[in-house]
């Protein structure tokens, strides 16, 4: 294992946290967000961390993905999710065209990107804050191709490049109200799809390391306890009072990630 001559006993403890806390997010606890910061922020190699990160972390969300939906199968409503798949593959296809690609239209460098993803962490927040003014507000409505273009395409952009489409999901279903478990099991139905989806061009390009690879071999054991701890705190506590505290580190993670970017 000399490829883990790299990284100290503190940054496997850093990545794997950040493992194990998407997997809590995966398994419907919303604690997700604040994983690709923290990790970006402990990668060893800080000239290509953002970069990095992102491409280290695609294979480990299909196997979380695949992992939680085995927990919430029953509860996928997959006729919401028709309207969407059409433009998030688009989306997908034209981020790695224009961003992701050596021969990319817009480069993207690795500073920008660290910015990119501080900047989705505020929004993130904001969102957060202004959810429950937007639920009293918005009626319950139904999805729509039109609605499910336009966050279908924002999905597949937002999360080619920085594993970040969790808000977008959440504005396209929360305004249809569902209940928690179905709408915990539809986000990991469109997630497992799209992260699939995105291995493709991933791989391609080049962005899945085979070291990268070893080291989530090496950390796999934290991915079944997070998706199965999350699962069990979704139906058994109310995440009123964890998600506050988990936005307030996204916001101190979010604003260092653009510091370090500027």
Not at 10 to 18: A, K
Not at 25 to 34: M, R, T
Not at 132 to 144: E, G, R
Not at 184 to 189: E, H, I, K, V
Request: glycine content about 8%; overall charge positive; some cysteine.
């Amino acid at each position: 294992m000399d490829f883990l001559s790299a990284y100290s006993l503190l940054d496997l403890f850093w990545i794997g946290l950040s493992l194990f806390l998407i997997g809590m997010s995966k398994g419907g606890f919303p604690v997700g967000a604040i994983a690709l910061p923290i990790l970006i922020l402990v990668w060893p190699s800080q000239a290509e961390a953002a970069r990095s990160a992102v491409g280290f972390m695609l294979p480990m969300l299909c196997l979380m993905d695949l992992i939680a939906l085995c927990f919430y199968w029953r509860k996928v409503l997959w006729g919401r999710l028709i309207y969407l798949m059409p433009a998030t593959v688009l989306g997908v296809v034209v981020a790695s065209y224009l961003f992701v690609s050596d021969s990319a239209v817009i480069s993207v460098s690795d500073k920008a990107l660290k910015l990119l993803i501080g900047l989705l962490g505020i929004i993130f927040v904001v969102y957060f804050a202004a959810k429950k003014w937007i639920l009293q507000h918005v009626h319950v409505s139904q999805p729509t191709w039109g609605k499910g273009t336009v966050f279908g395409f924002g999905a597949g952009i937002t999360s080619t490049l920085a594993h970040a489409a969790g808000p977008v999901m959440q504005m396209y279903l929360l305004p249809q109200q569902l209940e928690k478990k179905k709408f915990a099991g539809t986000s990991c139905a469109f997630f497992w799809m799209l992260n699939l989806i995105k291995l493709i061009p991933f791989t391609l390009l080049g962005r899945i390391q085979a070291d990268n690879l070893k080291l989530g071999a090496v950390l796999l054991p934290v991915i079944p306890v997070g998706v199965a701890l999350g699962w069990w705190l979704t139906h058994k506590t109310e995440q009123k009072h964890y998600t506050i505290l988990i936005y307030a580190v996204l916001l101190i993670t979010s604003v260092t990630l653009i510091l370090k970017a500027l």
